[in-house]
């Protein structure tokens, strides 16, 4: 029977390679061996990871798209054809890796950000303060002071806040799902700039405590690696009810991934199958969400903020509106295209709705209510660059997460196989061999140097639009302008179009 | 140290009992609770703790190590969570006993409810433990991965009901689930079957039963009277087949 044709074509050029055989080593996928006087290439295993393009030392490797054409079909595309074929072959739930990749128009790219003209002045970041320190956290109605003897005291008892140094912070990837030696680079890039990152749902390695006060430990369905000491660890607890990947899909980690390690982190046996439940069982409603959000308050004494994740899904508002009045703190919202290293790929690419509309209809409803300042707004899938970071705090965020954005700092290169666990730059593996191939603190200043230039550029957004601080573009849609989206998204978005 | 509960907050009354914690305290009574949530909660070390009354919900959430004991009945999510320690009920426990447990013993002398010991966890030498003196609602064991439940079926005569609720183990995939009396295979979920109790598991739930009888009290002797049914997952990777690469 035909069999789908490989994605990739490995060419080797024969003049240039002098049979060092370094990418037969470095090719984690088995997409390249030795045949007695020459490197042989086996094209359907390729995933074009580009590992052994950037390791031959004489450039003599170069992958090429489908070699082999396929007759046209605009329905029945290359995509459509192979995963039939995949699924007649197995009988099984197509995994994936990474986001969506059936949506590809962006609304964050049909937005325009405004700038001053004459009228009031623009503002030089080089030479002028901005601010973009951030607070993570329920905000007072109002403070009341007192005075005593000389001195004026805050009398207003303020709930506990993240403090952030920028408005970018690094999301939820679990040690299981990502390496040791990514897990520790994040954590230190989160440190080098402020931030933070999360432990995802697997725990939290005994060598990412010295980070913890960075560190926002996650309680999922799971309730993997969760005690006592985790808890109190943690600058802060986020409850895990959904992800943008895999809304209203548990996980299931395989229990060939379950080594030593991470058997102790996640506190279950080596080799069997880590399964987060679809729900937490202890809630199926939004009353049962505060009494987790309120069991969490009191284990930690009520000294850090306890956040809620859910996917971006058709009611996110009213079901927002019902996270804030369950207590929590914030709520981080994941979009349909965020990403993940495992999820069955219908439902990555199926279900949920985009960031954008998200932020906009959540930020809005919750203003309506008259209890958006009870809680702060955390908006994540697919933050590719600055101007992705400054539109959605305009429409309505207070601080964007980036997962992706973050890994492809430590090298990733995108090639969408994490579920495979042979990640060819150490990131996405557990594999000893393949983890030392990333180095945790070059790691860390990668990512640290990725938000620098974004919080740079963020000043240099914010100083165009004569703005000196970051809170005054938080939910200022006003210096949003839609360029090519139609009446209904730009009514959804509060967002007016170009030229009017 | 003696602390009425009566009417108060649930964080009026855990403040204090942090308190009186911190202040040195390791043996408390807690006095006239009236479903006050969260008793207990993330507590760790050898801490003794005796409540009259009736403990609201998540009773001993993320606790690791003191021993709770309730002169009454409880409410849902006893021992959430928990990684270690002690829980004993004299009366009823309800939805969600040990959810997510992953060490302790949890022992109630009367009847649980819906979702008992729901994905229980072994990690090492932690294997927690649940035996309820009465019946278990549906969903006994949901997803267990580790550990050991045992539901003895008595003081139930008068309301002749079953021991087990339906879906009994369902996606379970470690632990063991052991029951006194035979178990008709209908009640079973997907994911679990009866074996055949081994030395082992004999020799587990005497040891088990041994404490739990002298807690409340009761004779070990007629408790083996009636011989137990095991239900034990019929994989550790029960989806391993289930997704498939491109």
């Not at chain 2, 005497?206 to 408790?223: A, H, I, N, Q, W």
Request: hydrophobic share 40%; glycine share 10%; proline share 4%.
């Amino acid at each position: 029977m035909y069999s789908s044709v490989p994605e990739f074509r490995v060419l080797i050029d024969k003049q240039r390679c002098r049979l060092c055989k370094r990418c037969i080593e470095n090719c984690s996928f088995g997409a390249l061996e030795w045949r007695g006087d020459k490197v042989k290439a086996f094209d359907d295993r390729c995933v074009a990871c580009l590992r052994c393009v950037s390791m031959c030392p004489e450039d003599a490797i170069t992958l090429r798209r489908t070699p082999s054409d396929v007759s046209a079909h605009p329905v029945w595309t290359e995509n459509a054809r192979r995963d039939v074929f995949t699924q007649s072959r197995t009988g099984a739930i197509l995994l994936a890796s990474t986001g969506n990749e059936l949506h590809e128009s962006i609304i964050f790219d049909h937005l325009l950000l405004d700038a001053c003209q004459v009228t009031n002045p623009a503002i030089d970041p080089l030479r002028e303060p901005i601010e973009l320190r951030t607070y993570i956290g329920r905000k007072p109605r109002s403070v009341e002071f007192e005075a005593i003897g000389d001195s004026i005291k805050l009398k207003t008892e303020l709930s506990p806040a993240l403090r952030l140094d920028i408005p970018i912070m690094i999301a939820q990837m679990s040690y299981g799902a990502i390496s040791l030696e990514a897990h520790e680079a994040l954590a230190r890039a989160a440190v080098m700039r402020g931030t933070t990152m999360g432990s995802g749902e697997g725990g939290l390695h005994k060598n990412l405590y010295p980070y913890s006060d960075h560190i926002i430990v996650q309680v999922a369905s799971g309730r993997f690696g969760v005690h006592p000491a985790y808890l109190e660890a943690g600058a802060a607890v986020e409850i895990k009810i959904g992800q943008g990947a895999k809304p209203g899909i548990g996980g299931h980690l395989p229990g060939t991934k379950i080594t030593d390690e991470i058997s102790e982190a996640r506190m279950i046996p080596i080799g069997a199958d880590a399964i987060s439940p679809a729900p937490h069982h202890d809630i199926y409603s939004i009353e049962d969400l505060a009494q987790l959000v309120n069991s969490l308050k009191e284990a930690t004494r009520y000294k850090k903020p306890v956040l809620v994740k859910i996917a971006a899904v058709h009611n996110v508002a009213a079901i927002s509106s019902g996270i804030c009045r369950a207590g929590a703190d914030a709520i981080v919202i994941d979009g349909f295209r965020a990403g993940t290293g495992a999820t069955p790929k219908v439902i990555r690419d199926n279900v949920g709705i985009p960031i954008e509309l998200a932020i906009a209809v959540v930020d809005q409803r919750l203003r309506e209510e008259g209890i958006r300042r009870e809680t702060s707004l955390i908006a994540s899938g697919t933050i590719r660059n600055s101007g992705d970071v400054a539109k959605a705090i305009a429409l309505g965020a207070d601080a964007v997460k980036i997962g992706t954005a973050a890994l492809i700092a430590l090298g990733c290169t995108v090639c969408k196989r994490c579920y495979t666990g042979k990640c060819a730059w150490g990131i996405a593996t557990q594999d000893p061999k393949l983890r030392s191939r990333l180095d945790p603190a070059d790691g860390a200043q990668r990512v640290s140097n990725l938000l620098l230039a974004w919080s740079i550029e963020l000043k240099e957004i914010l100083g165009a639009a004569g703005i000196n601080s970051i809170e005054s573009l938080r939910g200022n849609r006003d210096r949003l302008r839609g360029y090519g989206l139609d009446h209904t998204t730009l009514e959804i978005l509060g967002v007016q179009h170009a030229g009017s | 140290m003696r602390i009425v509960a009566n009417y108060k907050h649930y964080k009026e009354l855990n403040e204090e009992v942090v308190q009186a914690i911190k202040n040195g305290a390791a043996q408390l009574t807690l006095e006239d609770v009236n479903g006050q949530r969260f008793i207990a909660d993330c507590l760790k070390g050898k801490l003794k703790i005796d409540i009259y009354g009736t403990p609201g919900n998540d009773l001993g959430m993320f606790m690791d190590g003191p021993t709770v004991t309730v002169f009454g009945n409880a409410q849902d999510g006893v021992g959430n969570t928990m990684s270690s320690g002690k829980i004993i009920i004299h009366g009823d426990g309800r939805d969600i006993v040990g959810h997510s447990m992953r060490g302790g013993k949890i022992f109630v002398r009367g009847d649980v409810g819906y979702r008992v010991g729901i994905h229980m966890k072994t990690y090492k030498s932690n294997v927690p433990i649940i035996v309820a003196g009465g019946r278990a609602g549906d969903f006994l064991g949901e997803y267990m991965a580790g550990g050991i439940i045992i539901i003895l079926g008595m003081h139930n005569t008068a309301k002749k009901t079953e021991i087990l609720g339906d879906w009994v183990a369902t996606g379970q995939h470690g632990g063991a689930i052991y029951v006194r009396g035979e178990v008709d295979d209908s009640k079973l979920g997907n994911g679990a079957a009866q074996f055949p109790m081994t030395a082992d598991d004999e020799m587990t739930v005497k040891k088990v039963l041994t404490e739990y009888c002298r807690v409340f009290g009761l004779g070990l002797d007629s408790v083996f009277e009636t011989d137990f049914t095991k239900i034990a997952p019929v994989s550790h990777r029960p989806y391993a087949a289930l997704y498939t690469c491109e």
